[in-house]
């Protein structure tokens, strides 16, 4: 669980303030142990990924998506691929 700190200063007001996270979660569960080729995967995949904005609750909801590979695509094409499918989630 992540937490806030701060330290307050003679200049610091009492107030409600906004906090900006600028690194996102880091968390990931590796199911498969292949590597990925130079010359890309070899077989059309689908990747399902599932998300949660509420993970530490007693009842977490989960999104559950999916991203489309062909074979012949790349790490960094499926990079790619995760990114432009994980913005829109």
């Known amino acids: 669980m992540a937490s806030l700190s701060y330290a307050k200063g003679s200049d610091t007001q009492p107030g409600t303030y906004n906090v900006y996270v600028a690194t996102a979660p880091e968390k990931a569960t590796l ?11 070899t077989a059309d995949e689908t ?7 509420d993970k530490t609750e007693s009842i977490p909801t989960y999104t ?16 790619n691929s995760l990114n432009r499918r994980v913005c829109h989630e």
Do not use: C, E, H, R
């Open 64 to 79: 559950t998506f999916s991203v489309s590979l062909s074979a012949g695509a790349t790490a960094n094409g499926i990079v």
């Open 31 to 41: 199911l498969g142990a292949q590597t990925i080729d130079v010359a890309g995967i």
């Open 47 to 53: 990747l399902t990924l599932m998300f949660s904005d």
